[in-house]
């Protein structure tokens, strides 16, 4: 059964700064794209940073400049740095992930959610 599980998520001032982490497990083939929404009270769940297989990338406006996703394949992760975080980047994260499991095929993948909050 493959499970994502996000870390790293926490209280930090606004102007600072965290590492998320996605651990991807069980019986994996490989991972297509993986990315990192999130969803703040009383709001939809939003895109925030999507890298695909081959490398290509794209972000929210709210968070270009300022976060960098990242994964490793050889270690099914992947990571969201955040930078110059803002009371505003406040939700709970998610990592989703489009994976292709033996004897399951290819199927959408969710974690658990980590929650960030920026506040002074």
């Known amino acids: 059964q493959v499970q994502l599980v996000e870390s790293g998520g926490g209280l930090v001032q606004p102007g600072g700064s965290l590492r998320l982490s996605c651990a991807a497990s069980?019986?994996?083939?490989?991972?297509?794209?993986m990315g990192w929404y999130r969803q703040a009270p009383g709001k939809e769940r939003e895109l925030v940073a999507q890298?695909?297989?081959?490398?290509?990338?794209n972000y929210a406006d709210s968070v270009k400049g300022r976060f960098t996703i990242s994964r490793d394949n050889a270690k099914n992760m992947g990571y969201l740095q955040m930078n110059s975080l803002k009371p505003e980047d406040t939700a709970v994260y998610y990592c989703?992930?489009?994976?292709?499991?033996?004897?399951?095929?290819?199927?959408?993948?969710w974690g658990q959610g980590t929650q960030v909050t920026v506040s002074s």
């Open positions: 989703n992930a489009e994976i292709w499991a033996l004897r399951v095929g290819v199927d959408d993948y």
């Open positions: 069980g019986s994996i083939f490989s991972i297509n794209a």
């Open positions: 890298i695909t297989s081959g490398g290509t990338i």
